[in-house]
């Protein structure tokens, strides 16, 4: 198997002739006249509950709340046991028996019928152009109404669709209306509630480029030659098709115009010499203009941007990115942004996939769904590899009412959207058709996973398609793995060795790996390895040491991905804590959030975030002390002192006192030859220092932590200072409290007080403790560990904006941030 192919557009020199240059003028001057794309982002009415004949235009919405979308109704809470309590056996758990469970999807008020509503205005000039309405994610099973009329509906949550609403619309005002039913027992985390992607309006003449009709690959891509081919679906059988690709400075690099239209589709091969090659290090994008003709006029204009890049699956030797044997430093993301729900928001991705980079991550699984578009066009800019999923079910059910009740009907409908909308992103590498599904056994099963694989690959040959299997024995007896074009191990390490035996790929994904559990600032004595351990508290040791009954510790993903070739990478379940899945204690009340994340729900790093980061990031400096060093109580008593670093051998020093050099060995522990560990050192309030020396021996690095006095000040760091007054823009600020030498406090759990003014607003608040009942968009909420991140949104208007955060007893903390 050789998957060399790559999204997107090439680029070669060539001379433009100055009468088509002034007409590429003249087309960009009347693009808005040729194709519009409308946002229906404000000005919506909401309301839940199951309304009689509220899809008509004369239904009185007057009362109903004004939103705006993206939006997410259950957000807002409150928190609740009963909303989610069930009593049922997780199988993928390994469980046999039925118990009670509560949190698994957040404990928010998510189940239920609601309605939008929104009226638009469709111009003479445009009342008889194509018209589409696009929706890009409904929670959940949509239906659609337009001037009273159901024009149509979907299942699926999670999936990109479109209507056609030409014949529809009417001149003037138009009235759409949408319903949405989240029913219980339908998700294994929390799905959110609502219209809470983009929906857009796409007006195009009647004779244009198809709906994602649009298909760049890059079959060849070498440093000094790329091959560009782009595919192209036009909706009538003549015309002409100019494409022009542009560089990262928007200069013309080349273009090609073709005739031949064969079906419906033009097929354009376009060369770019010394391209800029596509990688995580270097996220290089160009852009493709498409225009259509006939007869000499503009008929459909669209833009892509796109990377050159090549990709390869080889025996033995992985996966191969432009021509360099490239791991997957991974990580699964669920798709709910914390405090903000799961209404999209691109300051909130873009902080997260920013914390990602920071860590060395290289690559992100879409967990276990259709990615948000705007969380591909950053991973393209930024730099990640992606692995898109589609499905946590198939046919057979997780839960009751999960995917199951529509795999036949929908899922092909639903795999052809995903590609189709997101097959030109140069970060996507490969398809994944599932996670753990119950289908993994029996022969029907694998019949399953070759209809949806040979799917992906007639939407999209060039990429590879893999399954999330946690049932390794029985996809090894059924041939289902060995169908996959990538065999994908959820866990399972103790049998990655038999499973590539009898694999035939000569490789191995971790395409889900770990399942550490660590509550941020959280320490628990005796430090000891734990599985499933539980604590009066409900919180899990940050001395990362605890795990899950089918799951593991870091370090042995650690020894398989630098040990073994076949061993092409790893997603880490998860980079973020998430909202629902509050295991181990999904059995108890108030737990209602993870615990995976190597960063919380806030978006603080926990200390795991630093092993990873010693390992994957290979530029940075990592030196980090483990656990903090106020321990009233525990004078004299052991107090193991873990430092995560990326130099192999470092000295502790306690109050000046020497505890002795570690160096990493591959002899002892697995965590001895990641971790440097000092397990018998006895507290005594003050400091700690480490001092990290290079190869040689040499002291390069030093940190120290010190004993915190009383909280006596609020103190504010924002992630930006200046934010776009856009209304939507958003930023986020760590809030902690130090004592009067100015040493962090990170036991403080005082309550704080925020207040915004100026041109911004409070948008929420988080301090990433899965127990915390407190709402998120109060202004109002106790810090967790000494922490807690307040979100600052911008209005419309430029201007200055003023943040207050005030607590009892503490020194008022003050930031002036601008919005422009």
């Not at 709340?65 to 409150?78: F, L, T």
């Not at 039925?98 to 009226?119: F, M, N, Q, S, V």
């Not at 042995?556 to 070739?565: A, E, S, V």
């Not at 190597?598 to 978006?603: E, Q, R, S």
Request: net charge positive.
């Amino acid at each position: 198997m050789n998957y060399n192919i790559q999204h997107m557009r090439i680029s070669t020199t060539t001379k433009i002739s100055l009468f088509f240059f002034c007409m590429l003028l003249f087309n960009l001057s009347t693009h808005s006249q040729i194709r519009k794309v409308i946002l229906l982002e404000n000005n919506w009415k909401f309301q839940k509950g199951n309304f009689k004949n509220a899809e008509q235009i004369n239904f009185n919405d007057h009362s109903w709340e004004n939103v705006s979308i993206p939006h997410d109704w259950a957000i807002y809470g409150p928190f609740n046991k009963n909303i989610d309590l069930q009593k049922v056996a997780i199988v993928q758990n390994g469980e046999k028996t039925a118990t009670e469970k509560t949190g698994r999807t957040g404990a928010l008020p998510h189940i239920g019928t609601a309605w939008y509503r929104k009226d638009f205005s469709i111009s003479k000039n445009d009342i008889n152009k194509k018209i589409l309405l696009q929706f890009d994610g409904a929670m959940s099973e949509p239906e659609v109404f337009l001037n009273g009329k159901k024009i149509g509906e979907w299942k699926y949550g999670y999936s990109y669709f479109y209507f056609d609403i030409s014949s529809q619309v009417r001149l003037g005002e138009n009235t759409l209306a949408v319903k949405l039913r989240n029913k219980e027992f339908a998700s294994r985390w929390y799905p959110g509630a609502g219209l809470y992607r983009k929906v857009t309006l796409t007006i195009k003449n009647n004779e244009s480029i198809k709906h994602w009709g649009t298909f760049i690959t890059t079959p060849i891509a070498t440093k000094d030659l790329a091959k560009v081919t782009i595919k192209t679906k036009v909706n009538v059988e003549q015309g002409k098709l100019v494409t022009t690709i542009y560089d990262h400075e928007n200069k013309v690099i080349t273009q090609k115009t073709t005739s031949e239209l064969f079906n419906g589709e033009f097929d354009q091969n376009l060369a770019v010499d010394n391209p800029n090659l596509w990688s995580p290090e270097n996220p290089y994008l160009y852009t493709a203009k498409t225009q259509f003709f006939i007869n000499d006029s503009l008929k459909d204009e669209i833009s892509t941007k796109f990377g050159i890049r090549e990709i390869k699956f080889e025996r033995e030797k992985g996966f191969s990115l432009n021509g360099k044997v490239t791991k997957f430093k991974g990580v699964c993301l669920h798709h709910d942004l914390g405090p903000l729900g799961t209404a999209i928001n691109k300051a909130a991705l873009k902080r997260q996939l920013t914390i990602l980079k920071d860590m060395g991550v290289n690559a992100i699984r879409s967990s276990h769904n259709m990615p948000s578009l705007e969380q591909l066009q950053l991973c393209d800019e930024m730099g990640f590899l992606f692995l898109a999923e589609s499905f946590d079910e198939w046919k057979k059910p997780k839960v009751k009412n999960g995917y199951n009740r529509f795999f036949d009907d929908y899922a092909e409908r639903d795999v052809v959207n995903l590609v189709r909308a997101t097959r030109n992103h140069p970060c996507i590498v490969m398809w994944s058709s599932g996670n753990e599904v119950p289908d993994q056994w029996g022969a029907e099963g694998v019949k399953r996973a070759k209809w949806l694989q040979d799917i992906f690959h007639r939407e999209d040959p060039t990429r590879p398609v893999t399954v999330g299997m946690d049932q390794v024995k029985a996809v090894m007896a059924s041939g289902f793995g060995a169908i996959m074009d990538i065999p994908g191990l959820n866990y399972r390490v103790h049998l990655y060795e038999e499973a590539n035996e009898r694999f035939p790929q000569g490789f191995l994904l971790g395409s889900e790996t770990a399942s550490t559990v660590s509550s941020r600032g959280i320490y628990k004595f005796p430090v000891e390895k734990g599985v499933m351990k539980q604590y009066d508290d409900f919180q899990s040791s940050s001395y990362d040491l605890e795990y899950c009954s089918w799951s593991n510790l870091p370090e042995d993903d650690f020894i398989l991905q630098d040990d073994k070739p076949w061993v092409i990478g790893e997603f880490v379940w998860t980079g973020f804590d998430y909202l629902g899945e509050p295991t181990p204690y999904d059995e108890k009340w108030p737990s209602r959030s993870s615990y995976f994340g190597m960063i919380d729900l806030a978006g603080i790093p926990k200390d795991r975030y630093y092993l990873y980061k010693s390992r994957w990031n290979t530029t940075d400096e990592t030196l980090h002390i483990l656990p903090h060093w106020n321990w009233k109580g525990r004078e004299g008593k052991k107090t193991p002192v873990f430092v995560y670093t990326n130099y192999d051998s470092a000295e502790l020093f306690v109050n000046g006192k020497s505890m002795g050099k570690q160096t990493k060995t591959k002899t002892g522990t697995p965590q001895e030859r990641y971790r440097l560990m000092w397990n018998d050192v006895v507290y005594e309030p003050g400091t700690v220092k480490v001092v990290a020396f290079d190869k040689k021996g040499k002291p390069v690095a030093e940190k120290e932590i010190k004993t915190a006095g009383k909280p006596y000040k609020v103190v504010l760091n924002p992630d930006r200072k200046t934010i776009k007054a856009n209304g939507k823009d958003i930023s986020f600020v760590t809030v902690s409290v130090v004592d009067k030498n100015g040493i962090p406090c990170p036991t403080a759990t005082n309550q704080l007080n925020f207040k915004v003014s100026g041109k911004g607003s409070f948008r929420a608040v988080c301090n990433g403790d899965a127990t915390s009942l407190e709402l998120f968009h109060k202004p109002t909420m106790k810090l967790f560990s000494g922490k807690l991140v307040v979100l600052v949104q911008s209005t419309k208007e430029e201007g200055e904006i003023e943040l207050a955060v005030k607590g009892k007893g503490l020194k008022t903390g003050k930031l002036k941030l601008s919005a422009k």
